[in-house]
């Protein structure tokens, strides 16, 4: 029992360093992709610096509580999610999962962290209006 408690400790250090490190967090549901489609998400990740990863859902709120990302919630994270972090270029995570969603729509947007600020669903496919 204390290696399998050790172990998600590992986890989430491992989550919490990303989340410090990352210049954007972007949080997707893949339910429903066939694993060709993600390989082949993973590869356009991979060639943009961004990392995709899957954890549980547990875990992962513990290492935004940590961090102080308390819209990781019970409400929101639920379900089959896969996370994006961006790390040089921050707009990264975000392109590269539109891109994709606009051919694979069965993959759902769900909430996100870039520079610091919280985003929902909406508000990250929105963008700012021109003045």
């Known amino acids: 029992m204390r290696e399998a408690i050790q172990m998600k400790s590992q986890v989430v250090a491992e989550i919490v360093e990303k989340l410090q490190k990352s210049s954007s967090t972007i949080v ?3 339910k ?3 694993v060709e489609e993600v390989t082949e998400l993973r590869k356009k990740m991979r060639e943009a610096g961004v990392e995709y990863k899957v954890y549980k859902n ?3 709120r513990r ?3 940590e961090v102080g990302i308390e819209e990781f919630n019970n409400e929101l994270l639920v379900g089959t999610n896969a996370i994006a972090f961006g790390y040089e270029d921050p707009v990264a995570p ?3 999962l539109k ?3 606009d051919s694979h729509p ?3 947007l769900k909430m996100g962290v870039v520079e610091g600020t919280f985003y929902n669903d909406c508000l990250l496919y929105t963008s700012p209006s021109p003045r």
Do not use: H, N, P, S
């Open 94 to 96: 975000a392109r590269i």
């Open 106 to 108: 069965k993959m759902q």
């Open 63 to 65: 290492a935004a509580k």
């Open 28 to 30: 997707v549901d893949y």
């Open 99 to 101: 891109e994709f969603m």
């Open 32 to 34: 429903g992709l066939t």
């Open 58 to 60: 547990t875990l992962v």
